[in-house]
């Protein structure tokens, strides 16, 4: 086991492994930024290096400083926690070159998954079921043409480097492909430095649902049933639950065994998920994998009772998994608590919180690294809180949800607890009623 782990991540995701890593008797170093010298992750590990100013690129993606933070505190293991560096190949290798473990998929893994048009090939290869579409990069305007016609209006292009909906666009009808093609490549370009696109047939009413899973080192995988990620804004996530209120027992059992078939294809490592898109009619597709730990894995933890962040630090050290499937037993929803004004388009709201009062009682459980008197920085993700809930039903666990939202007061910044509050009393929502173009007609009441 290791005896040192090294944090390469901020906020509430590192407090949340250096909790874990504090129960199983594992010292934790933190690496910060200058604008992160007053977090709480600072506080509670047990060394704490500082690798660099506020921008995330002088600092949290600076490879060799996190190396050297890692060498000069004898740290054996890296965790990434999500986001950053934890789906950067070279990263892997990197810390694969320096004889430490990266708690994570490895560089050959997450090359082959992270790239979009690579991970549909490989599926296909598998035998998971893929969206219909190109079967890889788009060489040129000429063949993308073609392939729309084989595939059926409406098509979406998207970048396989993309990510957070950059370089998506849907098309309707032949006459708007050539202008969605040029901005599209050109989106991607300036977001990833790569151009190449793929397609595949738009999927109608939506729903995004992913599947938990964790192989381990000897080619064994298993899953832990899903997660409805659904209600989007720009394709960035916005509150998860699980049970999905959509699935039935038939499709949690073919999503599951797709997703576990998926990872052992790849001898996958680690904790990940296997992302869907699933059609009105309940036929699912694939459509990405994310070789890290998920924001939203709390909501999988709660309804199987199982601590994510153990089994990625177990299976990195080469502990295999027992191979069994875990079914969800209660209900959980989780929704995350930006900086953000809801009633002003979601604008960022960075700044100082005056006053901070957590909600509490059976059921709820707050992943947070804020305080009264922190300043929330202006220069990473806008995120300052999980507020998950557990009950015995879907019915419950959103009066549950209710109830903790009128608790939780932050004081000094806007945030998007007036948002959920409304969500949860949303008709459509409530019946379980939405897809990933909920938020399209969603508007916030004064």
Avoid at 77 to 103: D, M, Q, R, T, V
Avoid at 269 to 297: C, P, S, W
Avoid at 358 to 376: C, E, K, L, N, S
Wanted: hydrophobic residues 35%; glycine residues 8%; proline residues 5%.
């Amino acid at each position: 086991m290791f005896k040192k782990i090294l944090i390469a991540n901020r906020g509430e995701i590192a407090l949340r492994v250096i909790r874990t890593c504090k129960e199983m008797g594992i010292k934790t170093v933190a690496v910060y930024s200058k604008a992160d010298e007053e977090s709480l992750h600072v506080r509670f590990a047990d060394e704490a290096v500082c690798i660099g100013p506020a921008p995330s690129s002088e600092s949290y993606l600076k490879m060799p400083n996190i190396i050297a933070a890692a060498e000069i505190t004898n740290a054996d293991a890296i965790h990434p926690g999500y986001g950053f560096l934890s789906e950067n190949a070279k990263f892997s290798n990197l810390c694969e070159e320096h004889n430490i473990k990266f708690i994570g998929a490895t560089g050959k893994m997450i090359d082959q998954m992270g790239d979009k048009a690579n991970a549909k090939s490989t599926m296909i290869a598998a035998g998971v079921p893929c969206v219909p579409g190109s079967e890889g990069v788009i060489q040129d305007f000429e063949e993308c043409e073609k392939l729309a016609v084989e595939t059926g209006y409406p098509v979406m292009l998207k970048a396989s480097a993309g990510g957070g909906g950059k370089g998506m666009r849907a098309v309707w009808k032949s006459e708007d492909l050539k202008e969605a093609w040029d901005s599209a490549r050109q989106e991607s370009k300036a977001a990833f430095g790569n151009d190449d696109m793929y397609m595949e047939k738009l999927i109608e009413e939506p729903r995004h649902i992913e599947i938990q899973i964790v192989g381990d080192s000897y080619g064994k995988a298993c899953h832990l049933s899903e997660r409805d990620c659904s209600v989007q804004r720009r394709h960035q996530k916005l509150t998860e639950e699980t049970p999905s209120p959509f699935m039935t027992d038939e499709l949690r059992e073919n999503m599951g065994n797709a997703a576990v078939k998926a990872a052992e294809f790849i001898g996958y490592e680690g904790a990940g998920t296997v992302e869907f898109l699933v059609d009105k009619h309940r036929n699912f597709y694939f459509m990405e994998m994310n070789t890290r730990i998920q924001v939203e894995h709390p909501i999988t933890e709660e309804v199987v009772n199982y601590d994510l962040i153990r089994e990625q630090i177990l299976v990195a050290a080469g502990v295999p998994i027992s191979g069994k499937n875990y079914y969800p037993q209660l209900h959980s929803i989780e929704c995350r608590i930006n900086a953000e004004d809801p009633y002003n388009n979601f604008r960022p709201a960075p700044g100082k919180i005056t006053t901070l009062h957590t909600p509490g009682g059976h059921g709820v459980r707050m992943d947070t690294h804020v305080y009264a008197g922190y300043m929330i920085p202006p220069n990473y993700d806008s995120m300052i809180a999980k507020l998950i809930v557990t009950a015995q039903t879907r019915e419950e666990a959103i009066n549950k949800m209710k109830r903790a939202l009128d608790e939780f007061v932050i004081e000094g910044v806007k945030t998007t607890i007036p948002f959920h509050r409304q969500l949860m009393e949303h008709p459509d929502y409530v019946a379980g009623n939405y897809t990933t173009k909920f938020m399209e007609d969603f508007e916030m009441k004064v």
